[in-house]
């Protein structure tokens, strides 16, 4: 069956949830509403109040509650309705969440999963554009997974929520809807904490998660059309961070560009950089680049495509690392 990023995580959680009865999903709107994106949709009418809550404005609330399911033998999976909500809720989610399995020396575990739209593109107002992935990458404890496909979504989704800590699962808005691609829905997940080779290549390593996918791609298509192999990389979980791949990849191709939505300063590309230049310093050819957003607030949308990594951005990237000498 052919469908959307979005289709495949409604199948991912209805998979889940006949398959074990300690899953159930939280948030606000998730029930009769189907969620402001609809990625829970037709859920409340399969499985009922008891397992498909609609929950108070109150991300707070909404992850204290989970923490406490959690420990007590449910596997919650809680929505946020957009990244940028989830500030309301760090002090849950860094405090307890991430440190709860070694607060109470292993006798209590968090499996629960944080489901949150991230990224620009789709003309949002303030607060519905964030990408936090640097934030929470940096809180010891916590997973963060970024699907860049419907059936990477629908698999790394099943693992989430087979996994016993907790884990933010970051969901592109840009590539929602943006494509199809088949999807068996089997209940297979995917390897967590596992670096995803789109594309290969032998000339650069263009390093990327989330939506900027699609400037990626069109990158690499272009300098194809010039004669430059570019191998593409689907970082997939942030935190826990697969560099092996990365490693490999720069060995073969010698130069590197990271682009990321997230401002530049500080952004989770910058650790990259850095694991490459501390480890992989022999394989380059040329100085690392990355591409990501100003460091800036996120701007209103008749800016948002300024803000955005750009093909344009990408491809100067690129030609800068292939032209070092």
Known sequence: MSVTLVQAVTMALARAMEQDDRVLLLGQDIGVNGGVFR????LFKKFGDRRVLDTPISESAIIGSSIGMAAQGLRPVAEIQFMGFLYAGLDQLLSHAGRLRSRTRGRLSCPMVIRTPFGGGIRAPEHHADSLESILAHSPGIRVVIPSSPSRAYGLLLSAIQDPDPVVFMEPIRLYRGSKEPVNDDGG???LDTCFVLREGRDVTLVTWGNCVIEVSEAA????????SAEIIDVASISRL???TIFGSV??????VIV??????AGFGAEIAARLADEGLLSL???VKRVGGFDTAYPLYRLENHYLP???RILEACRAVLDFE
Do not use: K, N, S, V
């Open 39 to 42: 990625a829970t949709d037709g």
């Open 189 to 191: 997940g995917l390897p």
């Open 221 to 228: 298509d272009q300098l194809e059309e010039e004669g430059i």
């Open 242 to 244: 697969d560099m092996d």
């Open 251 to 256: 060995e073969r191709t010698g130069r590197c």
């Open 260 to 265: 990321h939505e997230a401002a530049l300063t």
């Open 285 to 287: 050819r040329a100085p």
């Open 310 to 312: 750009t093909t344009h």
